[in-house]
T-cell receptor, first 109, second 115 residues
Framework: GQNIDQPTEMTATEGAIVQINCTYQTSGFNGLFWYQQHAGEAPTFLSYNVLDGLEEKGRFSSFLSRSKGYSYLLLKELQMKDSASYLCAVMDSNYQLIWGAGTKLIIKP | GAVVSQHPSRVICKSGTSVKIECRSLDFQATTMFWYRQFPKKSLMLMATSNEGSKATYEQGVEKDKFLINHASLTLSTLTVTSAHPEDSSFYIC???????????FGPGTRLTVT
């Protein structure tokens, strides 16, 4: 079966760094997405990785290892507004997104 | 660019009535649109995938006669929840893909409450 695993909840301190991990097992792979979702709102796109390595975009970076079925989202210089759920999604061989359950990130002052 | 709108943003209806939710791509042509449902504190659940001009493909367990999807143009898809019941109360989100890349652009979502 297809499976995406990510931690349910994480807590971090304002100004610090946090890494949210995602492991996956899917039928085929056409890229991995990270989305941010604030409570009561739709997801917003953060990053897309299809090749191994690190993609950096401002305070957010995303890493992919296809051989390990593993990705992480790294958030630096955390701000209170970063409190949200972070969703990992993998596009399978049919170009369909398989979603993880999301990681709720709580930022404390 | 790549803006997707949904209407209405919130709707309250009585049990047994039908509700239509519209999803529009405002600045691109959406060859494929997706409809998701999300219950509180749960991940997105794909309900169906629709390609312009053809019938929607429903995910297992989603009743196609209850959740009617129409994708009549490259910028509009509608989801009609027929004979709504309280258990249909949820956050419904559409997304669209323009066919040139794999990213899905999400609408703001529609909060449906059935009383």
């Amino acid at each position: 079966g297809q499976n995406i695993d990510q931690p349910t909840e994480m807590t971090a301190t304002e100004g610090a760094i946090v890494q949210i991990n995602c492991t996956y097992q899917t039928s085929g792979f056409n890229g991995l997405f990270w989305y941010q979702q604030h409570a009561g709102e739709a997801p917003t796109f953060l990053s897309y990785n299809v090749l191994d390595g690190l993609e950096e975009k401002g305070r957010f970076s995303s890493f992919l290892s296809r051989s390990k079925g593993y990705s992480y989202l790294l958030l630096k210089e955390l701000q209170m507004k970063d409190s949200a759920s972070y969703l990992c999604a993998v596009m399978d061989s049919n170009y369909q997104l398989i979603w993880g359950a999301g990681t709720k990130l709580i930022i404390k002052p | 660019g790549a803006v997707v709108s949904q209407h209405p943003s919130r709707v309250i209806c009585k049990s047994g009535t039908s509700v239509k939710i519209e999803c529009r791509s405002l600045d691109f042509q959406a060859t494929t649109m997706f409809w998701y449902r999300q219950f509180p504190k749960k991940s997105l659940m794909l309900m169906a995938t629709s390609n312009e001009g053809s019938k929607a493909t429903y995910e297992q367990g989603v009743e196609k006669d209850k959740f009617l999807i129409n994708h009549a143009s490259l910028t509009l898809s509608t989801l009609t929840v027929t004979s709504a019941h309280p258990e249909d109360s949820s956050f419904y989100i559409c997304s669209a893909r323009d066919g040139t890349d794999h990213e899905q652009y999400f609408g703001p979502g529609t909060r449906l409450t059935v009383t």
